[in-house]
């Protein structure tokens, strides 16, 4: 089994920054691209930012300049790092990651529980 661990969701003032993680764990063979999406109740579900295999990382226009993606790879570990905060980048901040579990698996996509950004003063 995959689990992918959010964490770093907070309530913040707007302007402030933010660092949200994320832990993949379990029978992984492979990882080929992790990233970040958000959504707000009643609203599409929205991607954020993604690091992928080859270290290339790119992120919204929305968050562009102010967010940023990173990943350690010795840990399976996702960062976002969030400046510049906005209320309207309130939402529930979900990890997700392509992977396989084997060398002849499939790539599948795995999501996270999602951790809870809140920017309101």
């Known amino acids: 089994q995959v689990q992918l661990v959010e964490s770093g969701g907070d309530l913040v003032q707007p302007g402030g920054s933010l660092r949200l993680s994320c832990t993949a764990s379990?029978?992984?063979?492979?990882?080929?691209?992790m990233g970040w999406h958000r959504q707000v109740p009643g609203k599409q579900r929205e991607w954020v930012a993604s690091?992928?295999?080859?270290?290339?990382?790119t992120c919204a226009d929305s968050v562009k300049g102010r967010f940023t993606i990173s990943r350690d790879n010795a840990k399976n570990t996702v960062y976002l790092q969030m400046n510049t905060l906005k209320p309207e980048d309130t939402a529930l901040y979900y990890c997700?990651?392509?992977?396989?579990?084997?060398?002849?698996?499939?790539?599948?996509?795995?999501w996270g529980q999602g951790t809870q950004v809140t920017v309101s003063s």
């Open positions: 690091w992928t295999r080859d270290g290339s990382t």
């Open positions: 379990g029978n992984i063979f492979s990882i080929y691209l």
């Open positions: 997700t990651a392509v992977l396989q579990t084997s060398s002849l698996g499939d790539k599948n996509v795995y």
